[in-house]
């Protein structure tokens, strides 16, 4: 077998922009906005919001069969509803059939939570939306929104009611526009925390999300804001990241990123160079908001994201093109923020800067159900607070603990299966919706990581793993569960075993992100054949995990993303 290695110095070039061509790319600045394919003219025509009326007024009282096809495949998305997929299809078929046949008679919801910040009043809502309207579903996802499954069009309008009456929302949650915004998780709680910057989500949220004049971008746009040393928020993948640093003349602002993403074509963002003031933060969002908005690439639909305008552009055009024509003012130079000194998912028991607790716990992949919401609301309150948050990495952190209370309070979410202290399969494994219900999916992910950090827990409890171990699950190429950036990474497919074509995974070994353990983020690396049926995760994470233990330098401390980026193909069988 032949070797593909992607060192961590070399991802950027994965994501290039359009060749020259005669035709044009659809920059609006550039080539006009005459739309160049079906997606962009349904969105001149009617970029999504309005749909919410139709739903409310029409679809919700003529069912599923009243609705409008382009509504339904295209405007419902920026309410965050997709349709799922029908049961019984199998992965073989999803590339051969249409959205139509593909899918089933209910949607997908997702409930917007900017900054994962939750009260357990919202908390109880959505478990009781889950509960009533949802057959029980709950999945926390590795953007800190909560999706809900089984949902009918003639339940929508009592759902926003319900959300709506306790300030949540899905507007945006789906489509081409502004995303949720990814937050720490310990925002205004944490002692080691920078600064604060619930001030700029909230502001960029109240100004700008369901603002029309941003509600028709080329592609899907997704932000990231973090003050915590921690750098919590996975912000080399998003399109547009602010990472708090400490400057030497001008204090604490942010380190601005553009041009993350992931999916089939992978490309880590990159530094502008400069340093942003909290006061500068919204202006800065907004610029580069509506730079995707003028020039991104709208032809072509898998080259539309902001990713491929900076593989074109680079970072020093990128940036004078934000200060020229849409701040109106320079940006200082900054520097870069240093390397994080502790774990980005906040599991476990933590000191506040006001003498309370927070305490991080793992679900097992993300899942929950209604019923273990509203259980978990109760403990939180029965434990003397009302706030909690999730997380980047599907996790749950609960605040504002008494010290006398923790113990009682990790005990009893334990005993709901949400662990304080979790193994290191159980923290690190994530997955995505998977085959169950989406229909972009190929092979089923939660039940599957799920039963293999199960079976990992018990098999590898004679050894000590040295370092945090990432276990990514995805159902498909796209990458919703950031395949590129595990330690192992498995992305979903068919694979050939033994002669026989089965569901399973490509392995991807040695990514990841900036962390404890990690100077740089990178890519991870594939080895051409190296696949794995969807039941043999759980064998082959013991075969890799006990080679790495045996072979890893010790005197350097290797951690296994060092050790799988420079063995031999043998090792990583």
Request: glycine residues 10%; charged residues 25%.
């Amino acid at each position: 077998m032949s070797l593909t290695d992607t060192p961590p110095t070399a991802p950027r070039d994965r994501a290039r922009p359009p060749r020259p061509s005669s035709k044009p790319n659809g920059q609006w600045k550039i080539d006009g906005t005459a739309p160049l394919n079906g997606n962009e003219e349904w969105k001149q025509v009617d970029d999504g919001l309005s749909v919410r009326e139709r739903i409310e007024n029409v679809y919700s009282k003529g069912g599923f069969k009243s609705i409008d096809p382009t509504d339904l495949h295209g405007r419902f998305r920026v309410w965050g509803l997709y349709t799922q997929r029908k049961p019984g299809i199998d992965g073989g078929r999803t590339a051969t059939l249409t959205p139509e046949e593909l899918e089933d008679e209910y949607f997908m919801f997702r409930v917007r939570i900017d900054g994962g910040q939750l009260t357990t009043e919202q908390l109880r809502v959505i478990a009781g939306i889950s509960t009533e309207f949802a057959r029980g579903t709950a999945d926390i996802t590795d953007r800190q929104n909560i999706q809900l499954h089984w949902i009918r069009v003639e339940d929508v309008p009592e759902i926003w009611r319900r959300l709506e009456a306790v300030g949540l929302r899905t507007t945006e949650a789906c489509g081409d526009v502004p995303r949720v915004i990814l937050g720490s998780p310990v925002a205004g709680i944490a002692a080691d925390e920078l600064i604060d910057p619930t001030p700029q989500i909230e502001e960029i949220s109240r100004r700008f999300i369901g603002d029309p004049s941003l509600a028709n971008l080329p592609r899907k746009f997704k932000t990231a804001i973090t003050g915590h040393p921690s750098q919590d928020v996975v912000h080399e993948i998003n399109d547009v990241a602010f990472v708090a640093v400490e400057h030497p003349e001008l204090g604490v602002g942010y380190d601005l990123w553009v041009g993350g993403a992931l999916s089939t074509t992978p490309r880590l963002g990159e530094r502008l160079g400069t340093f942003v003031r909290p006061d500068q933060v919204v202006d800065a969002w907004h610029g580069v908001t509506q730079i995707f908005r003028d020039y991104g690439y709208r032809r072509l639909r898998n080259k539309a994201r902001l990713k491929f305008l900076l593989a074109e552009w680079g970072t020093e055009k990128f940036r004078q093109v934000l200060q020229d024509e849409y701040l109106g003012y320079e940006l200082a130079d900054g520097p870069a923020a240093p390397k994080p000194k502790t774990p980005g998912d906040h599991v476990g028991i933590h000191k506040q800067k006001d003498g309370l607790f927070y305490v991080g716990v793992a679900p097992t992949v993300g899942r929950l159900s209604g019923p273990e919401l509203t259980k978990l609301a109760e403990i939180v309150e029965a434990h003397g607070s009302t706030r909690l948050r999730t997380t980047p990495h599907q996790k749950i952190v609960v605040l504002d603990i008494p010290e006398a209370q923790v113990e009682s309070l990790v005990a009893e979410l334990g005993e709901l299966g949400l662990s304080a202290k979790p193994s290191v399969f159980r923290r690190g494994t994530i997955a995505c919706t998977g085959i169950e219900f989406c229909k972009l999916a190929i092979v089923e992910t939660k039940v599957n990581a799920a039963n293999a950090v199960a079976q990992l827990e018990e098999r590898l409890a004679d050894i000590d793993v040295p370092h945090a171990l990432s276990l990514h699950v995805n159902g498909c190429p796209n990458s919703c569960a950031r395949i590129q950036t595990a330690d192992i990474g498995l992305k979903g497919q068919l694979v050939t075993i033994d002669g026989e074509q089965v569901p399973g995974y490509q392995v991807h070994l040695g990514g990841g992100l900036a962390s404890l353990d990690r100077d740089e983020p990178g890519l991870g690396r594939t080895v051409r054949g190296l696949k794995v049926a969807a039941d043999g995760i759980a064998d082959y994470v013991e075969r890799v995990v006990r080679r790495f233990v045996a072979e890893r330098d010790v005197a350097s401390d290797e951690t296994f993303a060092q050790w799988a980026h420079r063995a031999d193909e043998e090792a990583l069988q």
